[in-house]
């Protein structure tokens, strides 16, 4: 009995030593992590960097040196590394299998901080919505429609589909059709058209605007009319030469074609 108690408090003492031990590396170290990822956060360097990236590589290191500091804390206690390695790897893989769409979502997030495709402020077309973007998290992006919808896309959707972002560039040209009679002279009705976009005062003189007959139509001629402009102004543009430019025409004397009858005949 006596060699029983003996043996028993040597165990606890033993394993209380140890408990007490993680404990102080784990109240220890905690305050070191803290610390670390404050002083890393907080560098000059850092604030050259996207906030989106820089929250992100916080919370990545946080978590690195959270999982060392637990990993010190297992080896203190004595449990083999070889059995937590092995619980780890199985509930890595259980975990992966339920979570395979979040996941997804996550390595679409990575990869969109890395290649920056585009930026909060920026009008993209993408996985079948558009607008302006609010914000780029890990798992979501947060679109505004232009009639002001927040819409919610999963990155893995982002990442697996095309994307337009029209403010990539500094400058994008308005496009323009009219359908028009084909009795004026094609150069009379070229200038006016030319004349009317280069009168806007957001239309780039470099390129200029151009305009020429596209194509046949009945009972007249299709014309094209493009004009260049900062990517900021578009919209702005788009509507000011869609009113100016018919009413230029009109002054002028110059109509659409003639409307087609069908004329049906019985026998």
């Given at each position: ?10 165990i606890?003492?033993t ?31 850092m ?12 919370n ?33 893989v ?17 990869m969109?901080l ?25 798992f ?18 982002l990442?697996?589909?095309n ?40 239309v780039?003189k ?12 009945p ?49």
């Amino acid at each position: 009995m006596d060699n029983f108690m003996s043996k028993a408090v040597e165990i606890l003492t033993t394993a209380g030593s140890k408990l007490i031990l993680a404990l102080l590396i784990w109240i220890i170290g905690s305050i070191v992590v803290k610390k670390v990822v404050s002083m890393i956060t907080n560098l000059k360097a850092m604030d050259k960097i996207d906030p989106t990236v820089r929250n992100f590589l916080g919370n990545l290191i946080k978590i690195v040196l959270y999982v060392v500091l637990v990993l010190s804390i297992i080896s203190v206690l004595g449990v083999p590394m070889a059995s937590v390695v092995a619980v780890l790897a199985s509930c890595g893989v259980a975990i992966g299998m339920a979570m395979q769409g979040s996941l997804a979502n996550l390595a679409g997030g990575i990869m969109l901080l890395i290649f920056r495709p585009f930026k909060i402020g920026d009008y993209i077309v993408a996985a079948g919505d558009e607008g302006v973007v609010k914000d780029l998290s890990l798992f979501y992006t947060v679109v505004n429609s232009l009639d002001n919808k927040e819409i919610i896309i999963p990155n893995g959707s982002l990442m697996n589909s095309n994307i337009q972002n029209f403010s990539a560039e500094p400058t994008r040209r308005v496009d323009l059709t009219f359908n028009l009679t084909g009795g004026r002279d094609v150069n009379e009705v070229k200038q006016i058209i030319e004349s009317t976009m280069a009168k806007n005062p957001m239309v780039l003189k470099d390129p200029a605007p151009f305009a020429s007959p596209l194509e046949g139509i009945p009972g007249g001629l299709a014309y094209t009319a493009r004009a260049w402009c900062e990517s900021a102004n578009y919209w702005d543009v788009y509507f000011e030469l869609m009113k100016a430019i018919p009413t230029a025409l009109g002054e002028a004397g110059v109509a659409g074609p003639a409307p087609t009858t069908n004329v049906n005949v019985h026998q």
